[in-house]
């Protein structure tokens, strides 16, 4: 048997065994809490309610959730658990419910959400994830997801094999952001100030990366030219980057600039970037509004 949910392909029974990225048959949920640091519209006043989940299949050398991300024990919960937890958050007043390293759990995320809205939940699903993952598996969730939240993070082959141990990572998730625009497009739908709908492209910057960053933001705007971009200043050489010279330093002021910069240039005038001297908090909104607010 092969799982089919990211481009591993890892040959593995996922009912009796696990794979690259550690998850088992269900899904083990490392926390869930009010997430008051996403961007504006998705913290909004009363926070995003954040599930994160335990696993990760991609193996980011600085990741800064890697206790969670490697930490698969624990209770594994059914689809009901998983959609009592979504109901948990709502009652907290959140206003999303923000699905944190999905992908090793897709069927699972797929059924309990099926269970949260007709049992009631109305409040949008916000799909968090790496987007290393498989058209394949994306399209079962076509109808469940509300808002789509990729983080593009690598755009040279060498240096996603190197951070990441992800070969193949910008075809794919390239491919599953397309898949992802597919099924939600690259309108951002607002009402009051909160996003109900769209895709909101992430971008992390990474020290010495700066022409990485420039490529990718090259590929949106001539790929996804509507698309509305986040761009990521909150860099920590956590985890294990110590061991990795180029990246045992925080960003530079040039750097994050001149990667904002090129983003304006091109044209991709939705979305957020932040101020390099800013608290992670402190997101700016971009250049102009967003599109359309019902
Ligand atoms: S989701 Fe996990 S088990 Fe499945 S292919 Fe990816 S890494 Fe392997």
Redesign the pocket.
């Known amino acids: 048997m092969t ?1 089919p ?2 481009p ?3 040959p ?1 029974d ?1 009912a009796r065994e696990t ?3 550690g ?1 088992g048959p269900l899904p083990v949920v490392a926390t869930a809490c009010v997430h008051r640091r996403e961007e504006p519209p998705l913290s909004g006043t009363h926070g995003s309610g954040a599930v994160f989940f335990a696993g990760c ?1 991609l193996r980011c050398v600085f990741c800064q959730n890697h206790e969670i991300s490697r930490a698969v024990s624990g209770e594994a919960l059914s689809p009901e658990g998983l959609a009592d937890v979504f109901f948990d958050l709502a009652a907290q007043g959140v206003h999303n419910i923000n699905l944190v390293t999905p ?2 759990h897709i069927p699972t995320v797929a059924a309990a959400i099926r269970i949260a809205k007709s049992a009631g939940l109305t409040l949008p699903f916000v799909y968090n994830t790496s987007a290393y993952e498989t058209v394949e598996a994306l399209r079962t969730l076509a109808g469940f997801i509300d808002i789509y939240l990729p983080d593009l993070k690598y755009r040279d082959e060498d240096t996603a094999r190197r951070y990441a141990q992800a070969p193949g990572y910008f075809e794919a998730a390239t491919a599953a952001i397309l898949e992802m625009t597919r099924q939600v497009g690259t309108e951002l739908v607002l009402s009051g100030g909160l996003l109900k709908r769209g895709l909101l492209i992430r971008h992390l910057v990474l020290p010495g990366q700066r022409k990485d960053a420039l490529r990718i933001l090259d590929w949106i705007a001539a790929t996804l030219p509507d698309a509305a971009v986040s761009l990521m200043v909150q860099y920590i050489p956590a985890h294990r980057a110590g061991e990795y010279p180029e990246l045992n330093r925080r960003l530079t002021t040039f750097e994050y600039n001149s990667v904002a910069a090129h983003m304006q240039t091109l044209g991709l005038t939705k979305g957020y970037h932040q101020a390099p001297a800013a608290a992670v908090a402190d997101y700016i909104p971009a250049f102009s509004p967003p599109t359309s607010d019902l």
């Open positions: 799982c949910l990211c591993r392909r890892c593995v996922r794979g690259f990225c998850a299949n992908t090793p």
